[in-house]
């Protein structure tokens, strides 16, 4: 079975969270090492969550469900936005990766947030 044409991925929402998720874990592979515990893990967290949620969701059988389980995608992408912004405050990266992070969260955010209104 070919699980790249498979359900929840071919939510747009979805795989722009996923590859926002990766940029995360790239961008802070470079983080000082005080960060590991703190910081690093919470960005990848809160990354790794929105797709999982949208997954999540949208296995569920109700349009509530499904809504429910998307906000709470749209939740962490916001906790997400905020690490983002601090982290290049801190000097953690550069203009160029926080461009880069900062646009496709907001994108992201864009998409998911469509999804959501969609299902009311």
Known sequence: MDKANKGYRNLIAWQFANKLAHEIYDATADFPKQEVFSLTSQMKRAAVSVPANIAEGYMRKSQKEKRRFYNISLGSLTELEYYI????????????????????????????????????
Request: no cysteine; charged share 25%; hydrophobic share 35%.
């Open 85 to 120: 912004d601090f982290a290049f405050e801190r000097s953690y990266y550069k203009n160029t990766i926080y461009n880069k992070l900062s646009a496709l969260q907001t994108e992201t955010a864009k998409i998911l947030t469509g999804l959501t209104k969609s299902l009311k």
